[in-house]
C-alpha cells in the first residue's frame, strides 16, 4: 500500500471512529432530549439495571416507551432499590423525552412509586436542590 493510501484509511477510520463517539456521547448525555418537562405513568415491562444506567421498558396504555434511569450508584443515593423498578412496577417518570417526537423514550429525572418522589437528578428539577 502506498503512503498516500494508508494515510486516507488512517483518516477515514479515525472520523468514523469519531462519529462513534460523538453518538455515544450524545446517548449517555442530555442533548437528544427535549427541553420541556415530560411526565409517563406506566407499568415495567422489562428491566435492564447496571452500567452505564438502567433501562426500563414500560407499557403505558399499549404505547411502549425506553425509559433511561440512573446508573446504580444514583438509584441507590435516590433511594430506588432493583426491585422497585422491577417488572409489573407501576410508576410515574418525570424528565425529558427524546427531541424526535416518533421515538418513545425519555430520561428519568425523579420517578415516583406510591406518591414517594425519588429524585434521581435534583439539581435539573424546577423544585429540586441548585
Known sequence: MQMPQLIRHCLAGLLLMAA????????HGWRWTDD????LTARVEKASLGNPHGV???DADGSKWV?????????E???LTDSMLAKG???TVVGKRSANAKEQRMKAERIIIDGK????YPERLPDGKK
Open 67 to 75: 425509559v433511561e434511569v440512573g446508573q446504580p450508584w444514583r438509584n
Open 117 to 120: 418522589n425519588f429524585d434521581l
Open 36 to 39: 420541556g418537562r415530560f411526565e
Open 20 to 27: 462513534g463517539l460523538s453518538a455515544a456521547f450524545a446517548h
Open 56 to 58: 426500563l421498558t414500560m
Open 89 to 91: 412496577a407501576t410508576l
Open 77 to 79: 443515593q435516590a433511594g
